[in-house]
């Protein structure tokens, strides 16, 4: 149902049935409609055309910076440094895990009130 209902969405058919929607004329019409190919050839290819959307479409790409990470990130601010949750939970959790170290480490080793030099 969820498919009939998306396909019939995508050609703009209403239809209560998979029947109903293949003999329907919109339907029939653009399954023999013309439609635009990219044609790609091998990884290098698909990397070209992707890079080419990423710039005609303006977004900023970067690398991540945490060490050991390295992914590619694309869109969000122009100053992003590192991957976010939805792009990479396992980056974006060992970053947290670092900064929380890198603070118990400073509260340690951080001299007492009242003792600083
Ligand atoms: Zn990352």
Same mark, same amino acid.
């Given at each position: =149902?969820?498919?009939?209902?998306? %396909?019939?969405?995508?050609? !703009?058919?209403?239809? &209560?049935?998979? *029947?109903?929607?293949? !003999?329907?004329?919109?339907?029939?019409?653009? =399954?023999? *409609?013309?439609?635009?190919? %990219?044609?790609?050839?091998?990884?290098? !290819?698909?990397?070209?055309?992707?890079?080419?959307?990423?710039?005609?479409?303006?977004?900023?790409? #970067?690398? @991540?910076? $945490?060490? #050991?990470? #390295?992914?590619?990130?694309?869109? +969000?601010?122009?100053?992003? $440094?590192? @991957?976010?949750?939805?792009?990479?939970?396992? @980056?974006?959790?060992?970053?947290?895990?670092?900064?929380? $170290?890198?603070? $118990?480490? &400073?509260?340690?080793?951080?001299?007492?009130? +009242?003792?600083?030099?």
């Amino acid at each position: =149902m969820y498919l009939r209902h998306q %396909v019939g969405e995508l050609f !703009g058919v209403e239809s &209560n049935s998979i *029947d109903e929607l293949k !003999g329907s004329p919109e339907f029939l019409q653009s =399954m023999t *409609d013309q439609t635009a190919v %990219v044609r790609v050839f091998g990884w290098v !290819g698909y990397f070209w055309w992707e890079f080419l959307q990423d710039l005609s479409d303006y977004k900023t790409i #970067g690398i @991540c910076e $945490r060490l #050991g990470c #390295g992914s590619v990130l694309t869109g +969000g601010h122009r100053d992003r $440094r590192f @991957c976010t949750k939805e792009e990479n939970p396992e @980056c974006f959790r060992r970053r947290n895990a670092d900064a929380q $170290r890198r603070s $118990r480490f &400073n509260k340690e080793t951080a001299p007492e009130p +009242g003792h600083e030099a």
